[in-house]
């Protein structure tokens, strides 16, 4: 694993990107200025092998997830959680009937030496997507830049879609339309060019696409059913919405008790994600498989806040329910060092040993990669990466597309 600086420079490329659908490049930084998430001229290289290596890895953490599902529901871990009461009936529902699930992505610890470390799963609501299987694609079809990339996210989304809307059309007897949800509560762009970027997928794999609004959801009090503003019932919904913020919202009730009984909507993801998108997920892993020679080498040892060794002097704190690095604090030699703005943490922390991210530094600074490795139906599916110049990844990082096997040029006369 290495970065790269080609020096190459697609010309227009900020006016092709956004015509890719990454229409939310211009970041807006503490100060004023405006700078691109997106990387033009960098980008990371591995070999075949660290692909390798990272696809068997990743492969595993999703079986190690299915596992620590069961420990959870088994072992009635829901109070730890803080996972509310209302939402665990629909959550063991969903777990034993397996409705349509499609995506999530593993962030990850790696620089090419030894395995690849847990950092997180985002596992309900990740974004990152269309930067991941659209841009950074057409970016290496067009620079020619490496033999290849790990990326097979969209004939890999297309396959999902397949797969679980013809499952539900057996069991129910209707072919589904798939309405797909953003809320407009977020205004750069990215959940709806993720939405969009998803109607495709679901489109090409032969259903109806529906873009939806989540405020414009409407729920029927005479039948207790959701439908959407032009009267037609909600089959299937992909939420770009979290649980647990649908839960506590006025209808969250409603959802849980619509989408238990025969002809409700279905929701993607579906509700047993909120055991994995909680960071409460680390210690359980790291209980689980922390001592196991093979797979807990993939783990940080990881702990709720009041469970940590007292011996800790070094660790980063996350909020359970957290997102794009808000509240998170790595903490050194006892006392908080850095510590990230934010609304989250009143349901509480997990701590994980602090591996600082690699640095891979250039003229412009050091350059902290975080690797986000997705997964598809529950297989691995490719990788985005993105960097930041400090240790806590953020809604301020940049997205640098990568490569596989690149050769550079021979300088002239060698």
Known sequence: MRRVESGIVRPGWEAEIESQGLVYNRTEVPGGEVRSYWREGPFYDFSM????RLETSVAQLFSMCEAAGDHMIEHELFDRMRIPPIARP????????EPPSVYGRFDLRYDGEGPPKLLEFNADTPTGLVESAVTQWNWHLFTGQ???QWNALHDKLVAAWQRNLLKWERRTGLRPRVHLAWTNEET???????????????????????????EDIVLDDGDGRFYDPQGRHLDVVFKL??????????????????????GGT?????????????????????????????????????????????SWREYVRKPLWGREGANVAIVRDGAVAVEMPGRYGTEGFVVQEFAPLPD????????????????????????????????????LSYFVPHTIDYVAPRAPGR
């Open 49 to 52: 092998a660290e692909i390798q």
């Open 90 to 97: 629909q959550i063991r529902r969903t777990w034993e009937a």
């Open 146 to 148: 490496g033999a290849d």
């Open 188 to 214: 750069s762009g990215e959940d709806r060019m993720t939405v969009a970027y998803l109607m495709d997928t679901v489109v090409q794999a032969g259903y109806e696409a529906v873009e939806l609004v989540v």
């Open 241 to 262: 919405y979290p649980w647990e913020w649908l839960i506590e919202d006025e209808f969250g009730a409603a959802v849980l008790a619509d989408s238990a009984r025969p």
């Open 266 to 310: 279905t929701w993607v993801e579906p509700a047993y994600k909120m055991l994995w998108s909680t960071k409460a997920l680390l210690p359980v892993l790291w209980q689980l498989f922390g001592t196991d020679p093979v797979l807990g080498e993939l783990l940080l040892p990881a702990y709720f806040a009041d469970e940590a060794p007292s």
């Open 360 to 395: 891979f530094p250039g003229v412009d600074g050091p350059h902290h990669p975080v690797l986000g490795a997705w997964v598809v139906d529950g297989e691995p599916a490719g990788l985005g990466i993105r960097e930041s110049d400090g240790l806590i990844t953020d809604n």
